[in-house]
């Protein structure tokens, strides 16, 4: 069986990474002449995604990681996002590491200690604390060190020091376990 290859954007070194229409939205961002350019391309962009959130109930992942992934982009840029928090907050439950690592690359970016949705993505950090995969376990941890807070800590705080204690737990999760058991530490 031949398989045909796709021609990817420069800088994409797998299929895995080409999102075709966030590489086409940032291409057009920067290929924007003026400040007032960019500005309509964002609020049409702003827009569309907007529609998509609200109309498309069965949304798949990709197209709710790319999606997070330009609201991010845009939110970088210094414009004000207002929505696709849910949306973030849904992939951090997901069972695929890629769809996973944008809800907590969104976490990292756009929660602040104090925030309302910590009360909600509690529960999904605690399970990917707990389970046995090392790669959910690692971004759960980053997480907590990113956002950190009391309510992190005294929620997390047992299943962090387990992590340190387990006899299974392999040699960098600890490492990461034991810096974000300072965080914690130094927080509460």
Request: contains cysteine.
């Amino acid at each position: 069986l031949r398989l045909a290859r796709r021609s990817l954007p420069s800088g994409c070194a797998s299929p895995a990474m080409a999102m075709r229409g966030l590489t086409v939205f940032i291409s057009d961002l920067r290929n924007c002449s003026s400040k007032e350019q960019e500005e309509k391309r964002v609020e049409k962009e702003m827009a569309h995604i907007r529609s998509k959130f609200t109309s498309d109930s069965n949304m798949n992942g990709y197209n709710r990681k790319k999606y997070v992934w330009k609201i991010l982009y845009m939110y970088m840029l210094g414009y004000e996002v207002d929505f696709g928090h849910m949306e973030a907050v849904n992939l951090l439950s997901s069972q695929k590491y890629s769809e996973k690592s944008v809800g907590y690359a969104w976490c990292a970016l756009m929660l602040r200690e104090g925030d309302e949705l910590l009360r909600l993505i509690i529960n999904s950090i605690r399970v990917d604390l707990i389970s046995r995969n090392d790669n959910a376990v690692c971004l759960a941890l980053n997480s907590i060190c990113n956002v950190g807070g009391k309510e992190f800590a005294e929620t997390l705080s047992n299943d962090v020091l387990k992590l340190l204690t387990h006899n299974i737990t392999k040699t960098y999760v600890r490492k990461k376990a034991a810096l974000t058991a300072l965080r914690l530490f130094r927080k509460s």
